[in-house]
């Protein structure tokens, strides 16, 4: 059938041929191809094993078990501080980002938490209601400087439980207040 056909035809066929194929052929590269107006980026070989780096942190103060441990890239503060043993009871977790992550060699110290008095009598250590500046009651949890102001209108006070007396301060509120004050 092709002897049958002229120089000429042949060239056309073969013509039509090439654009049938090129076309498919850039039909198959746009969809293989990502589309972006950016450059292709080539993504590293993968595979599924990745080796995890570790890391080396020492943890102490008010924990259960202060020393060095080792811990997995990406972990937390709060992770380092379970691994040795969760926190003490008188641990002030307050003052540290427990979601921080970690570096290697970091050194976690875990404060201990600062009580004023639990003496609830005259002779306490606390902050005393009677005497302190606004300032210096305003540094009791709870107490910003209009309740600083109100208990300093209403010295003198002959014990704890007549700062009740005071607007805003109920019997919860001196419950609170009642280790970080004295007379």
Not at 47 to 75: C, F, Q, R
Not at 76 to 86: E, F, P, Q, T
Not at 118 to 144: F, H, R
Request: proline share 4%; net charge positive.
């Amino acid at each position: 059938m092709l002897a049958d056909l002229t120089k000429e035809q042949k060239l056309i066929i073969l013509g039509l041929v090439l654009i049938i194929c090129l076309g498919l052929v850039v039909m198959a590269f746009r969809r293989l191809a990502p589309a972006s107006d950016g450059p292709v980026m080539i993504e590293p070989f993968k595979t599924d094993y990745v080796e995890e780096k570790m890391l080396i942190v020492h943890v102490s103060g008010a924990v259960g078990n202060p020393g060095v441990y080792k811990l997995k890239t990406n972990d937390r503060i709060l992770d380092a501080i379970s691994l040795a043993g969760g926190a003490g009871s008188n641990a002030d977790l307050e003052s540290l980002n427990l979601a921080e992550i970690i570096k290697d060699g970091q050194k976690i110290i875990v404060p201990v938490r600062k009580r004023l008095s639990k003496n609830l009598d005259n002779s306490g250590s606390g902050t005393s209601i009677n005497t302190a500046s606004e300032q210096e009651l305003c540094k009791i949890p709870g107490v910003g400087k209009s309740f600083a102001q109100r208990i300093i209108a209403g010295r003198p006070y002959a014990k704890l439980e007549d700062l009740m007396k005071v607007k805003g301060i109920g019997k919860g509120k001196l419950e609170k207040m009642k280790d970080y004050i004295s007379l």
